[in-house]
Nanobody, 125 residues
Framework: QVQLVESGGGLVQAGGSLRLSCAASGRTHSSYVMGWFRQAPGKEREFVATISWGSGTTDYADSVKGRFTISRDNGRKMMFLQMNNLKPEDTAVYSC??????????????????WGQGTQVTVSS
């Protein structure tokens, strides 16, 4: 069983930056995929970015491409989301998740097996 804990959320002004972290513990191995998702008030949870743990291949939602960067540290079992040029519409609870069903980046939430508790990101205008 894998456990995930996010950190790094907070309040930032538009145009600012934040770096989210996701620490994995428990039964982890090299052949899995991790991702970031977010849910804004009154909206459904949506895909943000995903990374293959083995190859480092990444994929991004169009809304964050060029502003956000997903990365991982295999040795520390951690995943990061560097968010630059933040906009008020980026305000949401950000959650990390892991999928053991693929070795390639995936966007579909239903294919993710374990989720963290989420961290709040608020961008003021």
């Amino acid at each position: 069983q894998v456990q995930l804990v996010e950190s790094g959320g907070g309040l930032v002004q538009a145009g600012g930056s934040l770096r989210l972290s996701c620490a994995a513990s428990g039964r982890t191995h090299s052949s899995y995929v991790m991702g970031w998702f977010r849910q804004a008030p009154g909206k459904e949870r949506e895909f943000v970015a995903t990374i293959s743990w083995g190859s480092g291949t990444t994929d991004y939602a169009d809304s964050v491409k060029g502003r956000f960067t997903i990365s991982r540290d295999n040795g520390r079992k951690m995943m990061f989301l560097q968010m630059n040029n933040l906009k008020p519409e980026d305000t949401a609870v950000y959650s990390c998740a892991v999928s053991l069903r693929s070795t390639q980046p995936i966007r579909a939430q239903v294919l993710y097996d374990t989720w963290g508790q989420g961290t709040q990101v608020t961008v003021s205008s």
